[in-house]
């Protein structure tokens, strides 16, 4: 229980990035790059993806040259498998590329600014997949819909919920392509 001082002593309050207590608090980093990492890992945390992606992203966004990854490592106090793993992730679906360094000899990794790139990269990488293996899966959907112990009434309401989601993959995948090409 609390006594009576400690019940009027604020909480601490959770860092604008709501980092773990395990991580080391991000002291190096400007209210710019600290501001801009709390909206990445916003929507990071939107589209399901981990909030160190959110990080690593907002860094290099905020920061006006590219970084190598000991620097992004450093700078968010990640361990080297988050950054990797992020770097590689980010890489994939095209927010983040090697920057051309002159003379370098370590690789650095730049932000990629462009809205529909972004879109289009993550649409390619997470979107298409998820509607190329859903065809196996709805046909198994609808084989045990018959299988069922709903009585009569109840299934032909889980029937009709089936075959509106057979409508929306169908439709997804006739508005995908026109939406890359839109993107493209």
Known sequence: MRSAANATAPHPRPSVLGGAAHRAPRAGLTTFERETLAVFVGLARVVGLPKSYGEIYGLLYASAGPLNF??????????????SQGIRALRAVGAVRLADIAGGDRKHFEPETELRKLVGGFLRESIR????????????????????????????????????????HKQGRAVLPWIEKFLG
């Open 70 to 83: 000991g620097d992004i490592q450093a700078r968010l106090s990640l361990s080297k498998g988050s950054v």
């Open 129 to 168: 997949p998820h509607l190329d293996g859903s065809d196996r899966r709805l046909a198994a959907v609808g084989g045990h819909l018959g299988a069922s112990p709903a009585g009569p009434a109840e299934r032909k309401v889980l029937q009709a919920r089936f075959d509106k989601l057979v409508r929306w």
